[in-house]
């Protein structure tokens, strides 16, 4: 398979919140790049808006993200 990504990839484990008006939704970030992550839900009936803000707490990251895939259980991110 031919890596078409703009941006090389990391796997990682990082607990995340998805933040959206008032409400947080904890998710892992399980792969990350300069220009986007791959986000697991631990709740697959969460309802997660097209744009968000990713608070990662361990490294004090607030990160504007669009929504550019979804599965029942992830989501695909890119940062704005």
Do not use: H
Not at 24 to 41: D, H, M, P, Y
Not at 44 to 49: D, L, N, R, V
Not at 53 to 61: G, Q, R, Y
């Amino acid at each position: 398979m031919v890596e078409t990504r703009i941006a090389p990839r990391y796997r990682v484990s990082k607990p995340a919140l998805i933040e959206y008006g008032r409400n947080k939704t904890s998710c892992i970030i399980r792969n990350l790049s300069v220009t986007g992550a791959a986000l697991q839900l631990s709740d697959g009936s969460a309802t997660i808006p097209a744009a968000f803000t990713l608070i990662v707490p361990e490294d004090n990251l607030k990160l504007p993200c669009r929504v550019v895939w979804r599965s029942a259980f992830k989501i695909g991110v890119a940062f704005d």
